[in-house]
């Protein structure tokens, strides 16, 4: 059976550095929300790196208004606004940014092993399609029929392709690391899918029987 699923976040390089920031208090992430999301986009906004509309939610704009923020001021770009980020925006610390959590408990290991099945899943795909296979597998932690951590989901027998050719154990891209990042701050755009194939490949007839949700790229997406 050739059904698929998956999400969670990552970890090399910049990834590590956006769990180290997002683990301090004062740092602001995909999911934050509040008059210091509105701050940070003012300041992009009015430097040129932020074209959308000041909505006081870190979502995927602000998150590359400040990637190309950091690129351009020789910090790490991990999309996060943490102490380095908010120094050079002349920026004070905010006071407890709250954030969006798709409360999925993850280690180093599982954020790891999450990207490396975006990677060996959805390579080929654009980035809403490497987010939206990962956002499967958060979705799968949190229903019944399946087990609850990223590992168990991934490892179920003959759930991925990729963990049963290798795929997944290739050299890791900074989109899929991006995509798991985005999966992991609460993107979602399957809208709650629980299963993704390529109509195009071999699959068992049962998995046309599941509630098709939408089509991203390649893959289509179900209940």
Do not use: C
């Not at 990834?15 to 997002?22: I, K, T, V």
């Not at 074209?51 to 870190?58: E, F, H, M, R």
């Not at 996060?80 to 120094?87: E, F, L």
């Amino acid at each position: 059976m050739f059904v698929a699923g998956l999400i969670a976040l990552v970890v090399t390089g910049g990834f590590m550095q956006w769990r180290q920031a997002a683990a301090q208090g004062g740092s602001l992430y995909w999911g934050s929300r509040g008059d210091d999301v509105y701050q940070v986009q003012q300041k992009l906004s009015q430097w040129g790196y932020y074209k959308a509309s000041l909505d006081s939610v870190y979502g995927g704009e602000t998150f590359r208004a400040v990637q190309r923020f950091q690129s351009s001021n020789g910090l790490i770009p991990d999309g996060v606004v943490g102490p380095a980020t908010r120094a050079a925006m002349g920026l004070t610390a905010p006071q407890g940014a709250p954030a969006v959590t798709r409360g999925v408990a993850t280690d180093r290991g599982e954020a790891t092993l999450l990207a490396r099945v975006i990677e060996g899943e959805a390579a080929n795909e654009p980035l809403v399609g490497k987010v939206a296979v990962g956002a499967v597998i958060l979705n799968r932690t949190r229903s019944a029929s399946f087990p609850r951590t990223i590992s168990g989901v991934i490892y179920q027998d003959h759930a991925f392709e990729s963990i049963s050719n290798g795929q997944a154990y290739r050299p890791l891209t900074q989109e899929s690391i991006e995509a798991a990042q985005m999966a992991m701050g609460g993107y979602d755009p399957t809208g709650g899918a629980l299963f993704f194939w390529n109509p195009s490949k071999p699959v068992s007839p049962w998995i046309w029987s599941r509630g098709i949700i939408t089509r991203i790229g390649n893959h289509v997406f179900a209940r």
